[in-house]
């Protein structure tokens, strides 16, 4: 079993920027897999980024890269998502997830445990 709690998120304009943060539970959180993804209203849930369990690989969407950068502190049990130069697009329900399996990286049903999302608004 795993626990997943984020935080940061908020209202920011847009170019500013935001870190969200992942605090994990249960399970030794070194090894597995984090990913981050998101879900606008009326939209589906889609990939941000991901790391690998020791950090040393990590996988961007390529609506953010260059402008988004996840980490992880395997010491704090944490994973984070630094969001820069954000955009009015980049507003949705952010979460964090946990993938035992490291597959499909990139895939809603390859993730098994989840947060329960915090809300980022980027207005222009």
């Known amino acids: 079993q795993v626990q997943l709690v984020e935080s940061g998120g908020g209202l920011v304009q847009s170019g500013g920027s935001l870190r969200l943060s992942c605090a994990a539970s249960?399970?030794?959180?070194?090894?597995?897999?984090m990913g981050w993804f998101r879900q606008a209203p009326g939209k589906d849930r889609e990939f941000v980024a991901t790391?690998?369990?020791?950090?040393?690989?990590?996988y961007y969407a390529d609506s953010v890269k260059g402008r988004f950068t996840i980490s992880r502190d395997n010491a704090k049990n944490t994973v984070y998502l630094q969001m820069n130069s954000l955009k009015p697009e980049d507003t949705a329900v952010y979460y964090c997830?946990?993938?035992?399996?490291?597959?499909?990286?990139?895939?809603?049903?390859?993730?098994?445990?989840w947060g329960q999302g915090t809300q980022v608004t980027v207005s222009s």
């Open positions: 249960g399970r030794t959180f070194s090894t597995y897999r």
């Open positions: 790391i690998s369990w020791s950090g040393g690989s990590t």
């Open positions: 997830a946990a993938d035992f399996t490291s597959k499909r990286i990139t895939q809603v049903s390859e993730y098994d445990y």
